[in-house]
C-alpha cells in the first residue's frame, strides 16, 4: 500500500520540479510577497490583498493545484493564505468566504479547489474564523478566461447567486485564487453587500500583473 501511495504522490516541487516536497522552500517563501491589489473594477470595495504576482513559480504551482490535481498543494496553499488572512488584521468573528468555481470547472476538478482552501484555512486557524458558502454561479456563466473586466461583469450578471440560507452572521473575508479584472471578485462584493452582508477585506493568492491581462 505504502509503494502505491509512493507512487501516486508527486515527489518533486509543483513550482521548479525540485525532488523532494511538494513545494520546496524557495517556492514556498514566493506566496508571501504580499502586495495590495489596484484595480478600477475594485473602486470603493473593500481592500484586495495578494500573496503573490502571478508568474512562474506562483503561476505553476496554482496551474498543478487546480488542472492537475496536485492535492498535495493544498496544505501548503491554505497555510500561505491563512499566514495572509492573519496579516489583514480582521475583527474577531470573521467568516471566510470562497469565490464560487463554475458548475463545470467543480465537475471536472471532482470539487470546488476555493472550497478546499477555505477549509484548509479554518484548519490552520482554529476558533479564530468561521467559513460559509453563500455564493454560487449558475451554469449559465461562461468561462471567464480572456474576458474583459466590463465582459466579466456582464458574464455575471444575474448569475451570481447568494443563499440566503447560507448567510454569515459576521464580517466576511471573501478568499479567491486569482484576481485578473477584478471584475468576479468586485461581482461578489456587491452580491455580499446586497445581500446585507458587511464585507471587510478580499484575500487572493495571486494578482495578474499588467502585462499577462
Ligand atoms: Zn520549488
Redesign the pocket.
Known amino acids: 500500500m505504502r509503494q502505491l501511495i509512493d507512487f501516486l504522490i508527486p515527489h518533486f ?1 509543483a ?4 525532488p523532494g516536497a511538494a ?2 522552500t ?2 514556498a517563501e514566493q506566496f508571501h510577497a504580499y502586495r495590495r491589489v489596484h484595480r478600477s473594477a475594485l473602486r470603493g470595495l473593500p481592500t484586495v490583498s495578494a500573496l503573490a504576482e502571478y508568474s512562474d ?1 506562483v503561476r505553476r504551482v496554482l496551474l498543478q493545484f487546480k488542472e492537475y490535481g496536485r492535492r498535495d498543494l493544498r496544505g501548503h496553499l491554505a497555510e500561505a493564505l491563512a499566514d495572509g488572512f492573519r496579516r489583514l488584521n480582521a475583527p474577531p468573528g470573521s467568516v471566510l468566504v470562497p469565490v464560487p468555481s463554475h458548475p463545470a470547472a467543480v465537475r471536472m476538478r471532482g470539487g470546488a479547489h476555493m472550497s478546499a482552501l477555505v477549509s484548509g484555512m479554518k484548519r490552520v486557524l482554529g476558533a479564530a474564523v468561521r467559513t460559509a458558502e453563500p455564493l454560487r454561479l449558475s451554469w449559465a456563466a461562461a468561462d471567464s478566461v480572456g474576458l474583459t473586466a466590463a465582459q466579466r461583469s456582464a458574464n455575471l450578471e444575474g448569475r451570481l447567486f447568494v443563499r440566503a440560507r447560507r448567510l454569515p452572521s459576521g464580517p466576511v473575508v471573501l478568499v479567491d485564487d486569482l484576481v485578473t479584472t477584478g471584475a468576479t471578485a468586485a461581482a461578489c462584493c456587491r452580491a455580499l453587500v446586497a445581500a446585507g452582508v458587511e464585507v471587510v477585506a478580499v484575500l487572493t493568492i495571486a494578482e495578474v500583473g499588467k502585462g499577462l491581462r
Not at 15 to 18: F, S
Open positions: 516541487c513550482g521548479c520540479g525540485t513545494l520546496c524557495l517556492c513559480p
